[in-house]
């Protein structure tokens, strides 16, 4: 049997138990990171896996358990010293939060692609070349996508705001 196939068997015994263990015990993301966690440590150690794996097994979730409870709080820690040495300047709300719902349904309109790049650009203030390096794409795709994604939302924006009910035909002969 190969170390691949060891570890396959080994995971689907230890899975569900350890999901439930950890489940009891923090949030459901915290649960899935420290699974996943305990798994790679299950692979790397192999060959220390006892013959009875579920009571070593909880050991390792714990212990895995234990250093995402510490990074953490030591994550908190660093941000809020942060905060108090150079605290954010004011953030610009996002359009849905400050009543601005054409802008909101405009941009839920949009392919999420386009609303990220409008994101970044308009939130962010970030220009085409930080946006090709935060999306992994070249600079001269950046400012193409921006542009057509202006566009776009131009697009439903005059949708959003066109007038309601019947507007005046200005086709045909006029008197």
Not at 52 to 63: E, M, Q
Not at 105 to 131: F, G, M, N, S
Request: with cysteine; hydrophobic share 40%; aromatic share 4%.
């Amino acid at each position: 049997m190969t170390d691949e196939e060891r570890f396959e068997a080994l995971a689907r015994q230890l899975v569900d138990p350890l999901r439930r263990f950890l489940a009891r015990r923090t949030d459901p993301e915290t649960a899935d990171d420290v699974l996943s966690d305990t798994l790679l440590v299950c692979w790397r150690r192999l060959d220390d896996v006892p013959e009875d794996p579920l009571p070593w097994a909880y050991g390792v979730a714990r212990n895995c358990l234990a250093n995402a409870l510490r990074s953490g709080r030591r994550q908190e820690r660093v941000a809020a010293k942060v905060a108090s040495i150079d605290p954010p300047s004011e953030v610009a709300p996002a359009p849905d939060d400050d009543g601005d719902a054409d802008l909101a349904a405009a941009l839920a309109a949009l392919p999420e692609t386009d609303a990220e790049l409008l994101r970044l650009w308009a939130w962010e203030q970030l220009t085409p070349a930080e946006i090709a390096e935060a999306l992994e794409i070249t600079a001269n795709a950046a400012s193409v996508r921006l542009h057509r994604a202006k566009e776009k939302l131009r697009e439903q924006l005059g949708k959003s705001s066109a007038g309601a009910g019947h507007e005046e035909s200005r086709e045909g002969r006029q008197p």
